[in-house]
């Protein structure tokens, strides 16, 4: 850590564009978020039923000068010379600004090579380091962001529309994966049943607001793999929908969306209880955007509170893709491994860092 501090700056601009949300933070010390800024391209591909990476590439294009912009304002940033970002240059960093971050990956590759250019040439210009930043680990930064003083270790269970995880960490930069999904990502699950029910995307909010009027042991669905170890499976439960809605056709929409969501929930809850157990965890955390589920958030509090376990649950807009976590697990990535290299690429299939 001496190294980082040794300039005495201790801001960093990070950048995320791994998917559909153009984002951009100034944290401060890898805790303190100065200004986080998201812009939502969620209206662009609701019309397609899911994120079509083309228009999800070129909506960044469009939107990054102006989010990365906003987030330097909101945090009292002076840009050297007066010139916005995408001016000038060549007139050394801003003050404060230690480095600049990206999402390197997972991710659709046209989306995090924006993100991955545009944080590279202001490290370049403003003759600081470059910090890539893996999407996942950067999820797990949401509750250490929102709750400093978190008992460790924890088990955080990671779940967005591409990843599901159970994660072990002991501290910034020491996780171990103790499960993840066998075939669809929660989120995804969440995205293909409210598909097929016609509640609109993202599929997550549809099927909580049509749960909300519905009777959640209307049907009796699978809990799959709910006995065997830590991973989860959960295209055998969409499919138990579908067959269920096909074979009686008149059950009632909110019904199907209750039950749905309560047999994911019950999954959830159970799988992560055991790791909590299993490795000893003083708390336990969501991340990503299924974390922002009601349900889920009040089933797996009170099942913590039960076994007198602490239990963090980050606030939506933490939950959701943002720029902030991607600078504070940036601060740490920074003082354990040094600078990226500006000849690193973005890495669509990135996989979550392995144990250090
Ligand atoms: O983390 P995130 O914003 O983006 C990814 O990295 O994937 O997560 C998006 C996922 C989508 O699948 C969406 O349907 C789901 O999070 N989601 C929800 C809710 N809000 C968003 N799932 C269940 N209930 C919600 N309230
Ligand atoms: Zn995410």
Request: glycine letters at 12%; aromatic letters at 4%; hydrophobic letters at 45%.
């Amino acid at each position: 850590m001496t190294a980082l501090h040794a300039t005495g700056a201790t801001l960093v601009l990070a950048i995320e564009t791994s998917c559909d949300e153009t984002a951009a933070s100034v944290v401060a010390g890898g805790r303190e978020v100065r200004s986080s800024v998201v812009s939502s391209q969620v209206d662009l591909h609701a019309r397609f039923g899911g994120v079509v990476p083309e228009i999800a590439g070129r909506a960044h294009l469009e939107r990054i000068v102006p989010v990365v912009t906003e987030a330097l304002e909101q945090a009292g940033i002076d840009l050297p010379g007066g010139n916005g970002v995408d001016g000038g240059g060549g007139e050394g960093a801003p003050a404060g600004i230690r480095a600049v971050a990206a999402t390197v990956g997972p991710g659709l590759a046209g989306a995090l090579l924006v993100g991955v250019s545009f944080a590279k040439s202001l490290a370049l210009c403003w003759d600081v380091p470059f910090v890539g930043v893996n999407h996942l680990e950067g999820h797990l930064y949401a509750s250490l962001l929102e709750e400093p003083d978190l008992p460790l270790p924890a088990t955080v269970l990671l779940v967005s529309g591409g990843h599901t995880l159970l994660v072990a960490m002991e501290g910034p930069g020491s996780y171990e994966v103790l499960g993840g999904t066998v075939d669809d990502a929660a989120g995804e699950a969440f995205d293909k049943v409210a598909r097929y029910l016609g509640l609109g995307y993202p599929g997550g909010p549809g099927i909580e607001r049509a749960a909300a009027s519905g009777d959640p042991a209307a049907i009796a669905l699978p809990r799959p793999m709910l006995a065997e170890g830590l991973d989860l499976s959960f295209s055998g439960l969409k499919t138990a929908v579908v067959q269920h809605v096909t074979k009686h056709p008149e059950v009632a929409t909110p019904d199907v969306a209750a039950s749905f969501q309560q047999a994911a929930v019950d999954v959830l809850v159970h799988k992560t209880l055991r790791a909590a157990e299993r490795r000893g965890a003083r708390s336990v955390c969501l991340a990503g955007g299924v974390a922002a589920n009601g349900p889920l958030r009040a089933q797996l509090g009170a099942a913590c509170r039960d076994r007198g376990l602490a239990c963090f649950l980050p606030s939506r807009e933490m939950c959701t893709d943002n720029a902030a976590m991607i600078g504070a697990a940036a601060w740490f990535r920074l003082a354990a491994d040094g600078p990226t290299p500006l000849s690193a690429g973005a890495d669509a299939s990135l996989r979550f860092p392995a144990r250090r």
